[in-house]
């Protein structure tokens, strides 16, 4: 069955630190591959995803992902985060059911 | 479009009472989905449909039950409420086709007591 990870439970970061944010999937075949953000009190939205051909998708508010998929990892970065950015965020990954199945999150909490 | 709804946005259940979380969606999605959300935790699949008529079961399907008997909607119900039920429920549905990119529900709160 496929699995997603996510191995950063809560993340603790001042504004303008790097954030990189790791995600791991455990599904063999071709993979669709997302991460969501939910804003306290409010529901998910789509931050980028992942189909085919370039590994390294740009979303929304500045964040990006790497798919390695030798490492069958997703991970989310962001250069420079701002206070704003103090969210939940969710990796997932859909399998060949289409089954949409999310990693336990990270919480991001960045200080001003 | 009004895109994926759900209703109620909050309930308090007693223990072993029973209701249904309404869910649906206009943009004639063949696929939806519902899912649980616990504190501090991720979205666990209960069940889900790849077309009206066809359900399955997802991660934690204990103590729920579905139907679908059109594209639109996608009821969840509870038959005997139980503490461990209280979460916050989410319904998404997306499209089969290249790309798939589900679109989420506003979720339902629901608390058993």
């Known amino acids: 069955a496929q699995s997603v990870s996510q191995h950063n439970h809560h993340v603790i970061l001042s504004e303008a630190a790097s954030l990189e944010l790791g995600c791991n999937y455990s599904y063999g075949g071709t993979v669709n591959l997302f991460w969501y953000v939910q804003y306290p009190g409010q529901h998910l939205q789509l931050l980028l995803k992942y189909f085919s051909g370039d590994p390294l998708v740009k979303g929304i508010k500045g964040f990006e992902a790497e798919f390695i998929k030798s490492k069958f990892s997703f991970n989310l970065r962001k250069p420079s985060v701002q206070w704003s950015d103090t969210a939940e965020y969710f990796c997932a990954a859909i399998t060949g059911r289409r089954a949409l199945t999310f990693g336990s999150g990270t919480r991001l909490q960045v200080q001003p | 479009n009004a895109g994926v709804t759900q209703t109620p946005k909050f309930r308090i259940l007693k223990i072993g009472q029973s209701m249904t979380l309404q869910c649906a969606q206009d943009?004639?999605?063949?696929?939806m989905y519902w899912y649980r959300q616990d504190p501090g935790m991720g979205l666990k699949l209960i069940y889900y449909s790849v077309g009206a008529g066809i359900t399955d079961k997802g991660e934690v399907p204990n103590g729920y039950n579905v139907s679908r008997s059109t594209t639109e909607d996608f009821p969840l119900r509870l038959e005997l409420a139980a503490p461990s039920q209280t979460s916050v429920y989410f319904c998404?549905?997306?499209?089969?086709?290249?790309?798939?990119?589900?679109?989420f529900g506003p979720g339902t709160r629901l608390t058993v007591t």
């Open positions: 998404a549905s997306s499209y089969s086709g290249e790309g798939v990119k589900p679109s």
């Open positions: 943009m004639n999605h063949n696929y």
